[in-house]
Protein backbone atom coordinates (compact mmCIF):
# COMPACT_ATOMS: atom_id res chain seq x y z
CA UNK A 1 0.00 0.00 0.00
CA UNK A 2 1.26 3.42 -0.83
CA UNK A 3 0.69 6.39 1.10
CA UNK A 4 1.07 10.08 0.03
CA UNK A 5 4.67 11.20 0.19
CA UNK A 6 6.19 13.66 2.44
CA UNK A 7 8.48 16.40 1.99
CA UNK A 8 11.90 16.30 4.56
CA UNK A 9 14.84 17.27 4.52
CA UNK A 10 15.78 14.33 2.27
CA UNK A 11 13.29 15.65 -0.45
CA UNK A 12 10.57 13.93 -1.11
CA UNK A 13 9.72 10.23 -0.15
CA UNK A 14 7.01 8.33 -0.44
CA UNK A 15 6.01 5.62 2.32
CA UNK A 16 4.62 2.34 2.06
CA UNK A 17 2.46 0.34 4.14
CA UNK A 18 4.13 -3.38 4.84
CA UNK A 19 1.56 -5.37 7.30
CA UNK A 20 1.89 -8.50 9.00
CA UNK A 21 0.28 -10.68 11.23
CA UNK A 22 0.41 -13.23 13.33
CA UNK A 23 -0.05 -17.18 12.77
CA UNK A 24 -3.73 -16.95 13.49
CA UNK A 25 -4.37 -13.52 12.64
CA UNK A 26 -5.32 -12.29 16.23
CA UNK A 27 -2.34 -9.65 16.08
CA UNK A 28 -2.35 -7.49 12.92
CA UNK A 29 0.63 -4.91 12.61
CA UNK A 30 1.53 -1.68 10.01
CA UNK A 31 4.65 -1.06 8.95
CA UNK A 32 5.10 2.00 7.34
CA UNK A 33 8.65 2.97 5.64
CA UNK A 34 10.31 3.97 2.42
CA UNK A 35 11.85 0.26 2.26
CA UNK A 36 12.60 -2.61 4.52
CA UNK A 37 16.35 -3.24 5.76
CA UNK A 38 16.56 -6.41 7.49
CA UNK A 39 19.45 -8.29 9.67
CA UNK A 40 20.15 -11.94 9.98
CA UNK A 41 20.60 -12.95 13.67
CA UNK A 42 22.34 -15.73 14.87
CA UNK A 43 21.84 -15.12 18.56
CA UNK A 44 20.80 -18.26 20.93
CA UNK A 45 17.65 -16.99 22.09
CA UNK A 46 16.53 -16.07 19.01
CA UNK A 47 17.37 -19.40 17.02
CA UNK A 48 15.68 -21.41 20.22
CA UNK A 49 11.99 -18.61 19.63
CA UNK A 50 12.38 -19.09 16.21
CA UNK A 51 13.50 -22.87 16.09
CA UNK A 52 15.85 -22.10 12.87
CA UNK A 53 19.02 -21.52 12.75
CA UNK A 54 18.74 -17.59 12.62
CA UNK A 55 16.12 -15.33 12.50
CA UNK A 56 16.02 -12.35 10.22
CA UNK A 57 14.05 -9.13 11.40
CA UNK A 58 13.38 -5.85 10.21
CA UNK A 59 14.33 -2.79 12.43
CA UNK A 60 12.27 -0.08 12.47
CA UNK A 61 11.40 3.08 14.79
CA UNK A 62 8.64 2.77 17.38
CA UNK A 63 6.65 5.39 15.43
CA UNK A 64 6.90 3.21 12.32
CA UNK A 65 4.90 0.49 13.45
CA UNK A 66 1.26 0.07 14.50
CA UNK A 67 -0.21 -2.62 16.41
CA UNK A 68 -3.64 -2.93 14.29
CA UNK A 69 -5.71 -5.44 16.45
CA UNK A 70 -4.70 -7.65 19.28
CA UNK A 71 -2.52 -7.50 22.13
CA UNK A 72 0.92 -8.44 22.90
CA UNK A 73 2.59 -10.04 25.93
CA UNK A 74 5.85 -9.02 26.62
CA UNK A 75 8.87 -11.45 28.01
CA UNK A 76 12.14 -10.60 29.10
CA UNK A 77 14.16 -12.84 27.10
CA UNK A 78 17.19 -10.92 28.06
CA UNK A 79 18.63 -8.09 30.91
CA UNK A 80 18.30 -5.84 27.16
CA UNK A 81 15.61 -7.20 25.40
CA UNK A 82 11.96 -7.95 25.85
CA UNK A 83 10.12 -9.86 22.91
CA UNK A 84 6.69 -9.39 22.47
CA UNK A 85 4.05 -12.04 20.94
CA UNK A 86 0.65 -13.14 20.18
CA UNK A 87 -1.19 -14.16 22.99
CA UNK A 88 -3.19 -17.09 21.23
CA UNK A 89 -0.55 -18.50 19.09
CA UNK A 90 3.02 -17.55 20.32
CA UNK A 91 4.25 -15.75 17.34
CA UNK A 92 6.72 -13.54 18.26
CA UNK A 93 6.14 -9.94 17.02
CA UNK A 94 8.66 -7.78 17.80
CA UNK A 95 11.74 -7.58 20.12
CA UNK A 96 12.48 -4.07 22.03
CA UNK A 97 15.45 -3.01 23.86
CA UNK A 98 18.23 -4.76 22.16
CA UNK A 99 19.78 -2.26 20.07
CA UNK A 100 20.69 -0.16 22.31
CA UNK A 101 19.02 2.82 20.26
CA UNK A 102 15.62 2.66 20.56
CA UNK A 103 14.81 0.74 17.54
CA UNK A 104 12.72 -2.13 17.29
CA UNK A 105 13.27 -5.67 15.37
CA UNK A 106 10.63 -6.99 13.41
CA UNK A 107 10.91 -11.24 12.71
CA UNK A 108 10.61 -10.75 8.58
CA UNK A 109 8.71 -13.88 8.59
CA UNK A 110 5.45 -12.39 10.00
CA UNK A 111 5.23 -9.67 6.98
CA UNK A 112 2.40 -10.35 4.52
CA UNK A 113 3.27 -11.83 1.00
CA UNK A 114 6.66 -11.79 -0.48
CA UNK A 115 8.58 -8.17 0.90
CA UNK A 116 11.52 -6.95 -0.97
CA UNK A 117 14.10 -6.79 1.84
CA UNK A 118 17.57 -5.69 1.46
CA UNK A 119 19.83 -7.65 4.09
CA UNK A 120 22.29 -5.47 5.45
CA UNK A 121 24.51 -7.95 7.70
CA UNK A 122 24.80 -10.62 9.96
CA UNK A 123 24.75 -10.00 13.37
CA UNK A 124 25.61 -12.39 16.70
CA UNK A 125 27.70 -14.82 14.42
CA UNK A 126 29.96 -15.74 17.66
CA UNK A 127 26.58 -17.68 18.79
CA UNK A 128 26.23 -19.21 14.98
CA UNK A 129 26.15 -22.52 14.67
CA UNK A 130 28.38 -24.81 12.53
CA UNK A 131 25.61 -26.15 10.22
CA UNK A 132 24.97 -22.76 9.14
CA UNK A 133 27.32 -20.94 6.45
CA UNK A 134 27.42 -17.51 5.78
CA UNK A 135 28.76 -16.84 1.74
CA UNK A 136 27.04 -13.96 1.03
CA UNK A 137 30.39 -10.93 1.66
CA UNK A 138 27.84 -9.08 3.76
CA UNK A 139 29.11 -7.49 6.89
CA UNK A 140 29.56 -10.01 10.02
CA UNK A 141 29.17 -8.71 13.95
CA UNK A 142 29.98 -10.59 16.65
CA UNK A 143 26.81 -9.00 18.69
CA UNK A 144 24.67 -6.06 17.80
CA UNK A 145 25.87 -3.70 15.79
CA UNK A 146 25.06 -0.11 15.71
CA UNK A 147 24.15 1.39 12.83
CA UNK A 148 21.63 -1.13 11.17
CA UNK A 149 18.65 1.11 13.04
CA UNK A 150 15.39 2.57 11.15
CA UNK A 151 16.93 4.15 8.21
CA UNK A 152 13.81 4.77 5.54
Given amino acids: MVLEGTTSVLGPRTLMAFDGRCLVGQIHYRLTRRFLNAVHCYCSICRRAHGTGFSTH ?6 QL ?8 DYESS ?3 FRSFCPCCGSHILIQGQS ?3 NLAIPAGTLDGLPDLTILAHIFVAEKVD ?3 INDGLPQHQGWSPGYGATA
Fill in 66 to 73: KIVTGTLI
Fill in 79 to 81: ASA
Fill in 58 to 63: VVCRPD
Fill in 131 to 133: WCQ
Fill in 100 to 102: GDG
